[in-house]
């Protein structure tokens, strides 16, 4: 930072963090609590239940799997849009942003009628699997403008152009020279994406499908105590995933700084 | 046979002409530079060549073979953009290395051959920096290096050094021209700078909204300029509006003046003569002759290191002179003087069906 921050900054950060943090740490403290005194006995009680693991480890795969489609999906797309109809960015810049619009629940209920239609397979509508595309959707916005910035911060043209005059066809274009440079913001979507499904609710409890989130809810409607402790480990893992947005935008050497650098 | 050619090359973006008609042949290693101001089509030209657009219509021919419709990772021609091409993720040698691999050479093979190029640009100690840890000269010398490591058939720049400072640009320009001289490649070469074109090429073509204005040596470009456009764009001109009056004169207001380009002219026709600033004498005019020159004043004088630009009032004309330094000294501002050039040392062009103003604000490079 290169100038200082006013007197008045100060007790506005204060205040902000103070909104933040009290009620952190009341759970937390709560979580703590036992018949007499402090322990870790709702925590014992969480990471005892099987529903938890199971539950915790079926949402990382969900997670996965949106973050596999939603890349795939939205890395050559973001290319292309840059590459040969940057007229039509602000358009898909738009459509981005209409999963904050449109309410999960809207999503959802629009999903669900996929059941009704014939040649949809049932191994895709029986399982869990069925919440990916409407994950995909709801991680559009995240994965979208990550990967916006990281594109907008190279030459993706001229790079494409030479790769090309050197006899690059587009997949090795793709995979050697284009993904190297947005990994960092590709990373960043991911993260994005992995907190999001860890914390989605509403198209799992409306599908009737459990899920971490539904587990949480679950919980908190049942046990007191251990519902703060699994708030405490919900919000450390979304946490970590953030956290690694900020390593990976600071690595040396691969990634952001060194493509910021190249301008 | 020419080794490339631009056969009747059109090119139409929507309804605006980016190319008119363009002809140019290429002989084996010989250096042609596009030049000509921005909008003029010469890079959509060049972009042509290396398969990056599509012309409407034309042909482009390497070696007999059509390639016009060839995709451009199958044409092996070297590219050095303006700027910001250097793959950013990787380093100097494996920048150079990329088209190699693309190639499947043996990494051995593939080694020396980087070796080999990034000393020819004289890199060799910076092959293992990444492109932001290289000065912008720097970076394109390897860009240089990575489009000849694919042994390219042709080599083309697109305004390579339009990035650079001054000094650098000077110096780059010539380590370009000495390493196609060695290496006897080819070269399509896209500029605006008149100075950096005329320096460098075997041949220049000057481009004006899409067409070739002129087409030759340099020399040719810079002392017998075939068009208006081609005289302003290349270095400075006098242009002096005249009536061809006598066989070999013509008349530059009251005065009439020898122009050997001038004979076999109808009498009475609108020219155009042009001489250079540096063809151009300068006398002091009290007392002695002074027919056969055109009397004015000293208005101004530009000090340009080498020589000294003396500008002249000459009533409805603004001469310029280049004078050596102490010439320009007995010469002060407010001189009565006389402008004076070799009969042979001036060109004439027709100026009938050219308007008195240049249409174009011709940028005459710096």
Not at chain 1, 3 to 14: E, H, Y
Not at chain 1, 158 to 170: D, I, M, R
Not at chain 1, 225 to 252: C, D, E, K, Q
Not at chain 2, 61 to 80: A, F, I, Q, S
């Amino acid at each position: 930072m290169t100038k200082r921050m006013p007197r008045s900054g100060w007790v506005w950060l204060a205040v902000g963090a103070a909104y933040f943090f009290i009620p952190l740490a009341a759970t937390a403290e709560f979580s703590l609590k036992e018949v007499s005194g402090y322990g870790f006995s709702a925590y014992r009680e969480i990471l005892d239940d099987p529903q938890f693991r199971d539950l915790l480890w079926l949402s990382f795969k969900l997670a996965f799997g949106t973050i596999v489609v939603s890349v795939l999906i939205l890395i050559p797309t973001v290319y292309w849009v840059h590459l040969r109809i940057p007229r039509l960015r602000p358009v898909v810049e738009f459509l981005s942003v209409l999963p904050f619009v449109v309410p999960p629940i809207v999503l959802v209920v629009g999903l669900l009628y996929v059941y009704n239609v014939n040649w949809v397979p049932v191994w895709f509508i029986e399982s869990t699997r069925f919440l990916v595309p409407g994950y995909v959707v709801l991680s559009f916005p995240f994965m979208f403008r990550a990967l916006d910035v990281s594109f907008r911060a190279i030459d993706v043209q001229t790079l494409t152009e030479a790769a090309q005059s050197l006899g690059a066809g587009w997949v090795r274009t793709l995979m050697r020279v284009i993904l190297p440079n947005i990994a960092a913001g590709a990373l960043a979507g991911a993260f994005l994406t992995f907190a999001l499904v860890m914390g989605e609710f509403t198209m799992a409890h409306i599908a009737l499908f459990n899920t971490f989130p539904t587990y949480i809810n679950y919980v908190g409607q049942t046990k007191a105590n251990p519902a703060a402790a699994l708030t405490i480990i919900s919000f450390g893992l979304t946490w970590l995933a953030l956290l690694g947005i900020l390593i990976v935008g600071r690595l040396p050497g691969r990634g952001a700084v060194q493509v910021g650098g190249t301008r | 046979m020419p080794y490339l050619e631009l056969q009747k090359l059109r090119k139409k973006f929507g309804d605006v002409t980016a190319i008119e008609e363009l002809d140019v042949a290429l002989e084996a290693g010989e250096f042609l530079s596009l030049l000509g101001p921005s909008g003029c089509g010469k890079t959509t030209a060049l972009r042509i060549v290396a398969g990056f657009e599509r012309p409407t219509s034309g042909r482009i021919v390497v070696e007999g073979n059509d390639l016009t419709h060839v995709p451009p990772n199958k044409r092996d021609m070297g590219m050095v953009f303006q700027a910001y091409s250097l793959f950013p993720n990787m380093t100097a040698h494996d920048n150079v290395e990329f088209g190699l691999k693309v190639r499947r050479q043996d990494g051995a093979a593939r080694r020396r051959r980087v070796d080999e190029l990034m000393e020819l640009v004289g890199l060799s100690a910076a092959a293992k920096r990444y492109p932001h840890q290289l000065s912008g000269g720097m970076q394109q010398r390897v860009a240089l290096a990575r489009a000849l490591a694919i042994e390219p058939r042709v080599l083309l720049l697109d305004e390579p050094l339009s990035a650079l400072d001054a000094k650098v640009r000077v110096q780059l320009r010539e380590e370009i021209r000495r390493v196609q001289t060695k290496l006897g490649i080819t070269t399509l070469y896209v500029t605006h700078d008149q100075e950096e074109a005329l320096s460098i090429s075997d041949r220049v073509a000057v481009l004006s909204h899409g067409r070739i204005e002129q087409i030759g040596s340099p020399a040719d470009i810079y002392h017998a300029p075939g068009t208006p456009f081609v005289a302003e764009f290349i270095g400075t001109m006098n242009r002096l509006e005249a009536t061809v009056a006598d066989e070999g004169e013509v008349q530059v207001g009251g005065t009439l003046i020898p122009v050997a380009d001038a004979r076999g002219l109808p009498r009475g026709e609108r020219v155009l003569v042009l001489v250079r600033p540096e063809i151009m004498e300068l006398q002091r005019a009290d007392g002695a002759g002074t027919s056969g020159a055109l009397v004015g004043e000293v208005v101004a004088q530009i000090f340009l290191g080498s020589i000294t630009r003396v500008k002249v009032d000459a009533g409805e004309h603004e001469l310029s002179a280049d004078l050596a330094g102490p010439n320009a000294l007995e010469l002060p501002v407010g001189s009565r003087v006389a402008a004076r050039f070799p009969a042979d040392a001036a060109r004439v062009l027709a100026l009938s069906d050219q308007p008195a103003e240049p249409v174009e604000p011709a940028p005459a490079g710096p």
